[in-house]
């Protein structure tokens, strides 16, 4: 088995292979991105090889166009932090970038999961534009309440357009969920359980198309609400949560809070928390990770939320 790392950029890509030691076989520098040249690199290296590259902003045609080369026979997306990891380098260049991200896929052998199909890939893309655009007004209110009498005209005519631009991001959201027999099921099966609402349904078929599949160690570490120790020997520190999908865990804090409220199960789970002393934001994070596992719970088992 032999595995190449890319390091991708948006005029030229590197590319290193490796053997099963992480030994290097062969690099080459790609300029253009061009599809003629990567058919060329494996092409002199033959047999099947196993590629990873890091999650990078625009990894998607890269994927489908390695897809279409006899030579490579698994793609596998790479955290960014674990190749730094990996790498421990001193000196960043893509010449590094490139080696050690093959490195990484001989030492790790990093597993194979299945990326988002088309249509969630569309949906993910409309629910982040929606998340943005919300920004956007939060932003443009607040400049308002401080802006000149000429400003806040100019202000109050963007907020108009956005408010507008929100509901049509809003209908063609609600457009694609209800055109889904699948996801019209997983949202209804979601929105049962008290605190959490359509958009936070809809933040989970979007990108977190997971749920429902993996045990509830993994979906937490997804969502960036898994608990890491911190440990040297007697020395144990606090732990602590790192990493993850921020929009996911975001969505997931903001149901948390309302079913603080409107959740029995989860409001008693919360009080007996704070009983014991543990801090607030200690709380609505144990809190966050207990909603995620119900949540992951009710898809795999296909079963709304009953009150006890």
């Excluded at 009080?271 to 992951?296: C, D, E, F, Q, S």
């Amino acid at each position: 088995m032999r595995y190449v790392g890319i390091d991708y950029h948006k005029h030229y890509s590197v590319l290193c292979a490796t053997d099963e030691r992480g030994q290097e076989l062969k690099q080459r520098r790609i300029k253009g991105n061009t599809a003629a040249g990567f058919a060329q690199f494996f092409s002199e290296l033959g047999e099947q090889n196993k590629v990873v590259m890091e999650a990078c902003w625009n990894w998607g045609w890269l994927y489908d166009l390695l897809g279409q080369i006899d030579q490579v026979g698994e793609v596998v997306l790479a955290h960014p932090y674990k190749t730094r990891l990996i790498a421990e380098a001193q000196i960043k260049t893509d010449r590094i970038d490139a080696q050690v991200i093959a490195q990484f896929a001989a030492a790790a052998n990093p597993p194979v999961r299945a990326l988002p199909d088309a249509a969630t890939q569309a949906l993910a893309d409309l629910v982040t534009r929606r998340r943005q655009i919300i920004q956007m007004i939060v932003a443009e209110g607040q400049r308002e309440k401080r802006a000149s009498v000429r400003a806040r005209k100019s202000i109050q005519r963007l907020l108009k357009s956005l408010r507008a631009e929100l509901s049509e991001i809003d209908a063609e959201i609600d457009e694609s969920v209800r055109g889904s027999a699948i996801w019209r099921e997983k949202e209804n099966l979601l929105a049962s359980v008290p605190g959490v609402g359509s958009g936070t349904a809809r933040t989970m078929l979007a990108e977190l198309p997971e749920l429902g599949t993996l045990n509830r160690r993994q979906i937490a570490a997804l969502a960036g609400l898994a608990p890491f120790t911190r440990q040297s020997g007697k020395w144990r520190g606090k732990s602590f949560i790192s990493g993850g999908r921020t929009s996911v865990r975001t969505a997931l804090f903001m149901a948390a809070m309302t079913a603080m409220r409107c959740n029995p199960a989860l409001r008693a789970f919360h009080h007996r928390l704070r009983a014991a002393g543990k801090p607030k934001m200690v709380a609505l994070i144990a809190v966050a990770r207990k909603l995620l596992t119900v949540l992951n719970a009710i898809l795999r088992d296909k079963t709304k939320w009953q009150n006890a």
